[in-house]
């Protein structure tokens, strides 16, 4: 048997040997491999960058050679960190000692100046922070020297080290902070760069700008003192003004980035290194500012957030999409993205019903009745009330769709079939109508169903292109990994809507003077080029909406709150309007959009705006109407007779004069209320008069009806005949009186339009 006591060297000796000998086993080059460090970088369409993507790794960075760095970054870096780079062989022993007597007398690891080497290693795999694994750091570091070149660990350090803000690596930094290649940077900025990665938190710039600078400085004076600059270098770099770009910088387009993100495949995300996306970003900035801004001058009314999409109809690109008022204001759900959140259109959808009517052998003349009316659906039944809370008698297709009115819309549904409009909205992209049709029922058209507001976009834009539509288009081009591209094409467009339906919808829409009677003359809706428009807010109030289209664009805005407050005194007009009128003139400036292209099989036919029949001479005036070729009317206006005059109302039996001071004693009988007369431009003037006609047991019994037209006594007429008023263009108020003194008694008033 041996003695222990030799054994016990011998065993020490070997150890010693097997030891150094492990110095030189190669470090595995894999774990030094770039490839893992790479990001995805998402450009708008003219190529600005809008965002630089985290790897799965946690890498923010382009792989930098040497010559790609700043010679002024690799400097300050060295002096930074550790000056005696390319004297030692991966660790400083005098360094070590001191951190583990450190570590003896405090009983935690306080990390004492680690080399380069060592950074790097910490960089590549994390490691505990014990006494143990400082060890394994240093031997791993030596053998790390080893393999690879000095340079090459500066280059591994520089492309792996964090410098706060997720950015890792000198490229990803100086394109953070400086928005610039790392190669351009200068001896400042290079400086500020290099002081950041001791404490990223501490340091950062985005918290503490100063801290930032102090770290700057710090390591100006240590280049002097390494020898790699001159005092005076120093001392000019010191006060060189810094313009380190703003944090909202990092994420342009926020919500249309998250976006894109979600359409990519989990493959296409990891495997791209770029995407060319069809964002136009000077837009978007604009946008940015309007909507942030219209958001602001809301915010007494109730309205904390609002979005807005702007789609190209040619190919369906998106060329801006603001999801929030402010993506990065935590309070008001900024990060919640406006633009795919489910809410109530309100009136928007109603256009799609009108279509389908259309479609269905009605005109843009046909008449429909708006009086109270009940529609029975699945639970219970249903009144639907306009927007005014008035009803206005018998309409034509054409001012129900542009005063948007409720009655109309669901009488036409219920004679559609709710179903076949659930149908045909799913073609048109609304997928996230995902219950049963049964479930929204009549209510569908009157918007009881949750969309987004990217989908409204979409199948407006297939109303701007003659029925057919298309999916948006996000991505217009990546490159992979391996450098290879893949262009992508607009989405395949499918025909969903007859184009005839799609023009006179489109034509309504575009109407000024159809949507007056609701609306009034100065609307926001109305713009220097024809601009189909549509505005919708929710029951409660709680959205507002206004979507249109010229032919070139398609724009739809919402506003409302994230939370579903009820917002007040707002209407799709007064909310959403002025910021809808403000992206169409950034749009098209000029004014130069063209008028809307109509397809074959229209006709043309001038009708009674009362009947919707024939216009024959008795009838009050007459309008151009468009009609798919077949449905226009064939008959003569059967309801008009003799120039200008209404027939007279039926005598009541009892003319007693009692009740003298009820309303319904006295009426204004002729026009309807809520009717719209058009000038017409050839006839000449003088003849152009309104017969207006009084009613009820009051006007007989008194034997003399006295007019007043906004508010002003305009004369006195026979009630057998009529009091004749030149036409004038403007909106008026019309009260008849009969009687005198304390028996002087008026009717309802009535509202009429004159456009020209
Ligand atoms: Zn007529």
Same mark, same amino acid.
């Not at 070590?96 to 306080?110: D, H």
């Given at each position: 048997?041996?003695?222990?006591?030799?054994?016990?060297?011998?065993?020490?000796? &070997?150890?010693?040997?097997?030891?150094?000998?492990?110095? *030189?086993?190669? *470090?595995?080059?894999?774990?030094?491999?770039?490839?893992?460090v790479?990001?995805?970088?998402?450009?708008?369409?003219?190529?600005?960058?809008?965002?630089?993507?985290l #790897?799965?790794?946690g890498g923010r960075c382009r792989w930098l050679?040497?010559?790609?760095l700043s010679?002024h970054l690799v400097r300050a870096t060295l002096a930074a960190e550790d000056k $005696?780079f390319?004297?030692?062989?991966?660790?400083?022993?005098?360094s070590?000692?001191?951190?583990?007597?450190?570590?003896?007398?405090?009983?935690?690891?306080?990390s004492g100046a680690s080399t380069i080497t060592q950074q790097v290693l910490r960089n590549v795999e994390r490691r505990?922070r014990?006494?143990?694994?400082?060890?394994?750091e240093?031997?791993?570091a030596?053998?790390?020297?080893?393999?690879?070149?000095?340079?090459?660990i500066l280059v591994q350090y520089l492309n792996r080290v964090p410098y706060g803000n997720g950015a890792f690596g000198a490229e990803a930094a100086s394109r953070l902070y400086f $928005?610039?290649?790392c190669?351009?940077l200068?001896?400042a900025e290079s400086a500020f760069l290099a002081g950041l990665p001791r404490s990223p938190s501490a340091s950062n710039p985005y918290r503490n700008l100063?801290a930032a600078l102090v770290g700057k400085t710090g390591v100006l004076r240590r280049m002097?003192?390494a020898?790699?600059?001159?005092?005076?270098?120093?001392?000019?770099?010191?006060?060189?003004?810094l313009?380190v770009?703003?944090?909202?910088?990092?994420?342009?387009?926020?919500?249309?980035?998250?976006?894109?993100?979600?359409?990519?495949?989990?493959?296409?995300?990891?495997?791209?290194?770029?995407?060319?996306?069809? !964002?136009?970003?000077?837009?978007?900035?604009?946008?940015?500012?309007?909507?942030?801004?219209?958001?602001? #001058? !809301?915010?007494?009314?109730?309205?904390?957030?609002?979005?807005?999409?702007?789609?190209?109809?040619? =190919?369906?690109?998106?060329?801006? @999409?603001?999801?929030?008022?402010? *993506?990065?204001?935590?309070?008001?759900?900024?990060?919640? =993205?406006?633009?795919?959140?489910?809410?109530?259109?309100?009136?928007?959808?109603?256009?799609?019903?009108?279509?389908?009517? !259309?479609?269905?052998?009605?005109?843009?003349?046909?008449?429909?009745?708006?009086?109270?009316?009940?529609? &029975?659906?699945?639970?219970? =039944?249903?009144?639907?009330?306009?927007?005014? %809370?008035?009803?206005?008698?018998?309409?034509?297709?054409?001012?129900?769709?542009?005063?948007?009115?409720?009655?109309?819309?669901?009488?036409?549904?219920?004679?559609?079939?709710?179903?076949?409009?659930?149908?045909?909205?799913?073609?048109?992209?609304?997928?996230?109508?995902?219950?049963?049709?049964?479930?929204?029922?009549?209510?569908?058209?009157?918007?009881?169903?949750?969309?987004?507001?990217?989908?409204?976009?979409?199948?407006?834009?297939?109303?701007?292109?003659?029925?057919?539509?298309?999916?948006?288009?996000?991505?217009?081009?990546?490159?992979?990994?391996?450098?290879?591209?893949?262009?992508?094409?607009?989405?395949?467009?499918?025909?969903?809507?007859?184009?005839?339906?799609?023009?006179?919808?489109?034509?309504?829409?575009?109407?000024?003077?159809?949507?007056?009677?609701?609306?009034?003359?100065?609307?926001?809706?109305?713009?220097?080029?024809?601009?189909?428009?549509?505005?919708?807010?929710?029951?409660?109030?709680?959205?507002?909406?206004?979507?249109?289209?010229?032919?070139?664009?398609?724009?739809?805005?919402?506003?409302?709150?994230?939370?579903?407050?009820?917002?007040?005194?707002?209407?799709?007009?007064?909310?959403?309007?002025?910021?809808?009128?403000?992206?169409?003139?950034?749009?098209?400036?000029?004014?130069?959009? %063209?008028?809307?292209?109509?397809?074959?099989?229209?006709?043309?036919?001038?009708?009674?705006?009362?009947?919707?029949? !024939?216009?024959?001479?008795?009838?009050?005036? =007459?309008?151009?109407?468009?009609?798919?070729?077949?449905?226009?009317?064939?008959?003569?206006?059967?309801?008009?007779?003799?120039?200008?005059?209404?027939?007279?109302?039926?005598?009541?039996?009892?003319?007693?004069?009692?009740?003298?001071?009820?309303?319904?004693?006295?009426?204004?009988?002729?026009?309807?209320?809520?009717?719209?007369?058009?000038?017409?431009?050839?006839?000449?003037?003088?003849?152009?008069?309104?017969?207006?006609?009084?009613?009820?047991?009051?006007?007989?019994?008194?034997?003399?009806?006295?007019?007043?037209?906004?508010?002003?006594?305009?004369?006195?007429?026979?009630?057998?005949?009529?009091?004749?008023?030149? @036409?004038?263009?403007?909106?008026?108020?019309?009260?008849?009186?009969?009687?005198?003194?304390?028996?002087?008694?008026?009717?309802?008033?009535?509202?009429?339009?004159?456009?020209?």
């Open positions: 048997m041996r003695n222990p006591k030799t054994l016990l060297p011998a065993a020490a000796l &070997a150890g010693a040997a097997l030891l150094t000998a492990s110095l *030189y086993i190669p *470090y595995p080059a894999a774990k030094l491999d770039p490839g893992a790479m990001s995805l970088r998402i450009h708008d369409r003219s190529g600005a960058l809008l965002r630089e993507v #790897s799965d790794e050679e040497l010559d790609g010679p $005696d390319f004297l030692h062989g991966g660790v400083r022993l005098p070590i000692v001191r951190a583990l007597v450190q570590n003896a007398r405090r009983g935690r690891v306080v505990p014990t006494v143990l694994a400082k060890i394994v240093a031997w791993l030596v053998r790390l020297e080893h393999t690879m070149s000095k340079a090459g $928005d610039k290649p190669r351009q200068g001896l100063r002097v003192r020898g790699f600059i001159t005092p005076e270098e120093s001392r000019r770099a010191d006060v060189e003004y313009k770009v703003p944090e909202t910088e990092r994420f342009r387009a926020p919500h249309f980035c998250d976006l894109v993100l979600g359409s990519l495949e989990t493959r296409a995300r990891y495997g791209s290194r770029e995407v060319w996306t069809t !964002l136009d970003l000077g837009l978007q900035k604009k946008i940015e500012v309007l909507l942030g801004r219209r958001v602001d #001058s !809301l915010r007494d009314r109730g309205i904390s957030n609002g979005a807005a999409v702007v789609m190209d109809n040619k =190919n369906g690109d998106i060329l801006a @999409l603001v999801g929030s008022a402010d *993506y990065f204001a935590d309070a008001d759900s900024g990060q919640v =993205n406006g633009a795919l959140a489910l809410r109530q259109p309100g009136s928007t959808l109603k256009p799609f019903t009108y279509a389908l009517a !259309l479609e269905g052998g009605l005109t843009a003349a046909s008449i429909i009745e708006d009086a109270p009316e009940a529609f &029975a659906v699945l639970d219970g =039944n249903y009144e639907p009330r306009n927007y005014d %809370r008035r009803f206005h008698g018998p309409v034509r297709l054409r001012s129900a769709l542009a005063s948007s009115y409720n009655v109309p819309a669901v009488t036409l549904l219920e004679s559609i079939g709710p179903d076949i409009l659930y149908y045909r909205l799913k073609a048109l992209g609304f997928d996230s109508l995902e219950k049963q049709p049964g479930h929204y029922g009549l209510g569908l058209t009157l918007g009881n169903g949750e969309v987004r507001l990217l989908e409204l976009v979409r199948a407006y834009a297939a109303l701007a292109s003659g029925g057919r539509f298309r999916r948006e288009r996000t991505v217009l081009k990546r490159t992979g990994r391996d450098g290879r591209e893949t262009s992508f094409g607009p989405e395949k467009a499918l025909a969903v809507l007859a184009p005839g339906a799609a023009y006179i919808i489109t034509h309504i829409l575009s109407d000024p003077d159809a949507r007056v009677p609701t609306f009034g003359y100065d609307s926001p809706l109305r713009l220097p080029f024809p601009c189909a428009a549509k505005t919708g807010t929710s029951k409660d109030y709680r959205d507002n909406w206004t979507v249109g289209y010229t032919t070139a664009y398609t724009v739809g805005v919402w506003m409302g709150n994230f939370d579903g407050k009820p917002m007040h005194d707002v209407s799709g007009i007064t909310g959403c309007g002025p910021l809808f009128r403000d992206i169409f003139l950034l749009l098209d400036p000029g004014g130069i959009s %063209r008028p809307f292209p109509e397809p074959a099989g229209l006709v043309r036919a001038s009708i009674c705006p009362v009947s919707g029949g !024939l216009a024959g001479p008795g009838c009050p005036g =007459n309008v151009l109407e468009i009609f798919m070729a077949g449905t226009e009317p064939r008959k003569p206006c059967g309801g008009h007779h003799g120039f200008w005059s209404g027939s007279p109302p039926p005598r009541p039996a009892d003319e007693t004069g009692k009740n003298l001071r009820s309303n319904s004693a006295l009426r204004v009988a002729y026009p309807p209320d809520g009717s719209v007369f058009r000038i017409d431009t050839v006839l000449r003037r003088e003849y152009q008069v309104l017969g207006l006609k009084a009613g009820g047991p009051a006007a007989d019994a008194e034997g003399e009806v006295e007019w007043w037209i906004n508010g002003t006594r305009a004369g006195r007429a026979h009630p057998d005949e009529d009091f004749l008023w030149n @036409l004038e263009p403007g909106s008026y108020t019309i009260v008849a009186r009969a009687g005198s003194g304390r028996r002087t008694i008026e009717s309802r008033a009535i509202r009429i339009t004159v456009i020209e």
